[in-house]
């Protein structure tokens, strides 16, 4: 068991680097992970169901507890990142499925990493969850609904699918994870250092099958959609970073918000677009997989080293004798 548990933190730890390795071998020899394909959404049903494990129904009252906090990080989410998406979209001009591919990495809620690298930045792990929490409660709804807006020009959105498809491979496979927590809770404590192992294994295997299947095209697009994904990433930091800083939020907040806003549920992203556009709708939604966990780790080693020389500022000045 402890030879797993430090394993799960291996591989927890260096996440980005497996997520390179396997997307490269699927790049280049798509054989290798094809056969994943067709079961990525029962992959990120597991990524869910694992999440939902590691939550309680108490976690959900620190929603209630600092509403206006919530309410602009989840404000924050649904707007910047959907909007970004479709400026850059629109400004590189984007296949179709691309296009949609984008714009759906955009409307996804906030990504799960996200509560991770919010407390490498020593930001406000609190905040990180009740956003994620909150913007995935409001996915079935706002994700279909923005997507169908913003993408409706480019392709045809299955609204009532979307919807459908959120509620069973997010909704209820965090409830069913959140109840056995409820019920087996000591149970479930003793193997909660195993999940990162699962969930990264999942994860890893959602990007191996979407590139396999995508290769050729993004051996053709792999650039531009790079661009516009670091692009729309990057940007995403830096907004939700200047909106909470221009609210005067406590620089802890403002980390959770910069790092919630900026890092999506791309697994998500990529199911859905694999269900209802398509193949080259799920690249963007891959890559991003591959590039947020770099930039998220690279963003929270930054906002960790602007924490510690703000509080060196702050120290009263020692007088020398």
């Known amino acids: 068991m402890r030879f797993l548990e430090k394993l799960s933190a291996f591989v927890s730890k260096y996440m980005a680097v497996f997520v390179i390795v396997i997307a490269a071998c699927a790049l280049f020899q798509p054989w290798t992970f094809k056969w994943a394909a067709p079961k990525i959404t029962i992959l990120l049903g597991i990524v869910m169901f694992g999440m939902g494990m590691t939550l309680r129904l108490e976690d959900f009252k620190l929603v209630f507890q600092r509403p206006k906090d919530v309410f602009i990080g989840a404000l924050c989410q649904f707007t910047i990142m959907p909007f970004l998406a479709w400026i850059l979209a ?13 714009i759906l ?6 990504g799960t990493s996200s509560n991770v690298m919010t407390y490498l930045a020593r930001g406000d792990v609190a905040l990180s969850v009740s956003m994620t929490m909150t913007t995935t409660i409001l996915a079935p709804i ?5 997507t169908w807006w913003l993408a409706g020009a ?11 498809s959120i509620f069973q491979v997010v909704i209820v496979p965090i409830a069913a994870g959140i109840i056995l927590n409820t019920f087996f809770g000591e149970t479930i404590r003793k193997i909660v250092k195993l999940l990162p192992l699962v969930s990264v294994i999942a994860i890893v295997l959602i990007v191996g099958g979407v590139v396999a299947v995508s290769s050729q095209r993004i051996m053709e697009t792999g650039l531009i959609i790079m661009a516009v994904v670091m692009l729309h ?3 995403g930091y830096g907004l939700g970073f200047l909106v909470a800083k221009a609210l005067h939020m406590p620089l802890a907040k403002v980390k959770a918000i910069s790092i919630e806003v900026g890092m999506q549920n791309s697994g998500l992203a990529t199911s859905l677009a694999m269900l209802h556009f398509g193949a080259a709708a799920a690249i963007p939604g891959a890559i991003f997989s591959v590039w947020h966990n ?3 780790s690279l963003a929270a080693n930054y906002l960790a080293g602007r924490m510690e020389k703000q509080e060196k500022e702050q120290q009263p000045a020692v007088s020398q004798n």
């Open 90 to 102: 629109t400004a590189f001009g984007l296949p179709p499925e691309l296009a949609a591919g984008v």
């Open 105 to 110: 990495v955009g409307t996804c809620p906030g």
């Open 142 to 146: 706002v994700t279909p609904f923005l």
């Open 154 to 164: 480019w392709i045809d959105v299955p609204f009532t699918g979307m919807m459908m």
């Open 233 to 235: 990433n990057l940007c």
């Open 294 to 296: 770099i930039s998220g």
